[in-house]
């Protein structure tokens, strides 16, 4: 083959390798976006879980002490 054959399916080579790295980078893209939205709607959900035990946390610390007061059961 000569270069002058070479030359134009290397630049077709090259630019179906373009088009096939600009499709993986937005769908990477996408990917990332996806995973910052999940990161993001965990974290929401860390927070509101953290807030419900501490909430759980005190009834149970005041729960205990009533029952304390009370004293033993017979």
Same mark, same amino acid.
């Given at each position: ?8 399916? %290397?630049?077709?080579?090259? +630019? &179906? @390798? =373009?088009?096939?790295?600009?499709? #993986?980078? #937005?769908? =990477? @893209?996408? *990917?990332?976006? +996806?995973?910052?939205?999940? $990161?993001?709607? =965990?974290?929401? #959900? ?8 501490? @909430?759980? &946390?005190?009834?149970? *610390? @005041?729960? %205990?002490?009533?029952?304390? =007061?009370?004293?033993? $059961?017979?």
């Amino acid at each position: 083959m000569s270069n002058s054959q070479q030359h134009p399916e %290397r630049l077709m080579e090259l +630019d &179906s @390798r =373009l088009v096939a790295s600009e499709q #993986e980078y #937005e769908q =990477l @893209r996408t *990917a990332f976006e +996806d995973a910052e939205q999940s $990161i993001g709607n =965990l974290t929401a #959900e860390n927070a509101h879980l953290q807030n419900h035990s501490t @909430r759980l &946390s005190s009834e149970n *610390a @005041r729960l %205990r002490h009533l029952l304390a =007061l009370n004293g033993p $059961i017979s």
